[in-house]
Structure formats: structure tokens, C-alpha cells
């Protein structure tokens, strides 16, 4: 485990699982010495601002929108996590329908303003970080 960081196996690639153990807040407590796909990554909006495809205010509304949608989902999970509320629906465990639209929400957003092309070599690193 270095840095700290614990590693999983999704569909057999080794993965840190999301939300990262070195975030505070939302700040990096070892940026300096973070990993490599932490390092190289850029999101969808990160691409199309230095792209000049979006402004800064376009940029800023998308990540302040995101997180605002993954803040009322926590707030409504309460103690539990978005990992297992995951796990949950996948299990087929019956959830509060107001769980699975903020979800579906936070979901779309990811999707719409973060995530790469399925087709781009780094699209699986948003949800999960490569190991």
C-alpha cells in the first residue's frame, strides 16, 4: 500500500478506489508525491478549457454544479457511501428511490462533463485510478 493508497481489482485491472484516502477535503495531501495517473490525468472539462472549446466560468460552473450534486447525494446517504451505495444496486439490494435519481445525477454530470470517450486511452481512470 504506498502512499497510503489502497488497491483493488475491477474486471481485472488494479485500481484505487474512489473517494482517495489522501484527499482532505478537496486537496491532496501528497501532491507532490502523488501517482503517475493522478499526475497525467486530465478530465473532459480540463481538456476542452485548454482547448479554448470552454471559458473559465463555463469550466467553473461544471465542477461547482458536480460537486454540489455529489454533496446533496452524501448529505441523503448520511453514514454511507457512494462505493456502497454502488454495491447495493449492483447486489440488487432494494434503495430509497431518491438515492437512485441523485445518483443517476451525479452520474450524468461525471459523464457529460468529466469522463473521456470510451474510445480515448485514458477514459477508465475517472472513476478509478490505475494503479
Known amino acids: 500500500m504506498a502512499l497510503g493508497f489502497s488497491v483493488a481489482e475491477v474486471d481485472g485491472d ?3 478506489p474512489l473517494r482517495c484516502v489522501q484527499l482532505s477535503g478537496t486537496l491532496c495531501t501528497v501532491y507532490p508525491d502523488r501517482p503517475l495517473a493522478c499526475r497525467t490525468y486530465r ?4 481538456r476542452a478549457f485548454e482547448a479554448l472549446d ?3 466560468p463555463e469550466a467553473d460552473r461544471r465542477v461547482v454544479t458536480t460537486k454540489a450534486a455529489i454533496a446533496d447525494l452524501h448529505v441523503t446517504l448520511g453514514d454511507g457511501s457512494i462505493a ?3 454495491q447495493q444496486l449492483t447486489a440488487g439490494t432494494p434503495v430509497a428511490p431518491e438515492l437512485k435519481l441523485q445518483l ?3 452520474e ?3 459523464g457529460r462533463y468529466f469522463k473521456l470517450p470510451d474510445d480515448h486511452p485514458d477514459s477508465g ?3 478509478l485510478a490505475r494503479a
Open 125 to 127: 481512470v475517472t472513476d
Open 108 to 110: 450524468l454530470l461525471l
Open 84 to 86: 456502497e451505495l454502488k
Open 14 to 16: 488494479r485500481v484505487f
Open 104 to 106: 443517476g445525477i451525479v
Open 43 to 46: 478530465c473532459a472539462t480540463l
Open 54 to 56: 470552454i471559458d473559465r
